[in-house]
């Protein structure tokens, strides 16, 4: 069929000490993102079919991602706060925050840099976070309170520092060329899970939407366990607090950082 994306969907890599809930999840996700990309061609994947819980209009992918993640969780008997579904009790103290497909846009084009991520939650305390590349397969898990198994750059400084951004938004441009101007190397990838934990492995300094309130918790969720994890910090431009609230109304310019001092002169580089 003309429009398909061929290139198969791997099975996620995903290290041995995952939760059994957290790998089970990132599998449903890969597989039903995988049987749409080989069924559904580009026209067909983008289509929107609906306004999700967040208010955005959903593309008939992310409603195939986000139906098995519902069907996954009560399966499981698990509650479940989703992009697209919201938030679906089913009265349990354990809570699946996820982001099925972040980065919608490339995913339905063929560019292939598109994430599955999650955190598992115990009575709204975040445990564990997976983050996977669904095009490679490649993962990245993070436990709470524990050492990642990888580290961030280090880096303290913005001037020379390589800096992943989301696109410049109208009326909100002046902080991102500020950031531009002084950074050593800007990428925009559209994947706010993927660049956080290449952050977190410090394949990149750091990462900002420059005021946009782009985030909602789904996006950062697993952030805010596997960059800390790291030796990393992510914090809200305003310094808003960042909470795994079922909200999906609620707003963040997130900022992810190798360390601290990144993540504050960034901040206030943005905000001039």
């Known amino acids: 069929m003309p429009g398909l994306i061929e290139w198969p969907v791997p099975e996620p890599a995903i290290p041995e000490d995952t939760h ?11 597989a039903a993102f995988g049987s ?26 992310d409603l195939r991602v986000d139906t098995a993640l519902g069907e996954f969780a009560e399966r499981e008997r698990i509650n479940l706060i989703s992009e697209e579904l919201g938030h679906i009790d089913n009265g349990s103290a354990t809570t699946l925050v996820t982001d099925p497909v972040d980065g919608t846009a490339n995913a339905v084009a063929g560019v292939p840099l598109a994430a599955f991520a999650g955190v ?7 445990r564990e976070a997976l983050t996977c590349w669904l095009d490679t397969g490649r ?11 990888y580290r961030t750059s280090g880096r303290t400084g913005l001037d020379g520092a390589a800096v992943s951004l989301l696109r410049p938004h109208p009326g909100k441009s002046a902080g991102w060329f500020r950031v531009a101007e002084r950074a050593g190397r800007i990428r925009i990838l559209s994947s706010t899970c993927l660049e ?10 750091a990462f900002a939407d420059a005021g946009s309130d782009t ?23 305003h310094g808003r607090p960042l909470e795994l609230d079922p909200d999906l109304r609620r707003r963040w310019s997130g900022i992810i950082a190798a360390s ?10 943005i905000l001039g």
């Open 215 to 237: 985030h909602r918790i789904v996006d950062l969720a697993a952030a805010m366990v596997t960059v800390p994890a790291a030796g990393g910090t992510v914090l809200d431009l």
């Open 196 to 205: 956080a934990v290449l952050v977190a492995e410090g394949a990149t300094d």
């Open 36 to 61: 749409a990309r080989a069924e559904l061609d580009r026209a067909a994947l983008a289509e929107k079919v609906l306004d999700g819980a967040d208010g955005t209009p959903t593309t008939r992918l």
């Open 260 to 269: 601290r001092p990144l993540a504050e002169e960034l901040a206030a580089t």
């Open 20 to 30: 059994p809930l957290l790998a089970g999840a990132a599998r449903a996700a890969a």
């Open 139 to 149: 993962c990245w898990t993070a436990h709470a309170g524990a050492p990642a198994r």
């Open 120 to 126: 598992l939650a115990v009575d709204g305390t975040a």
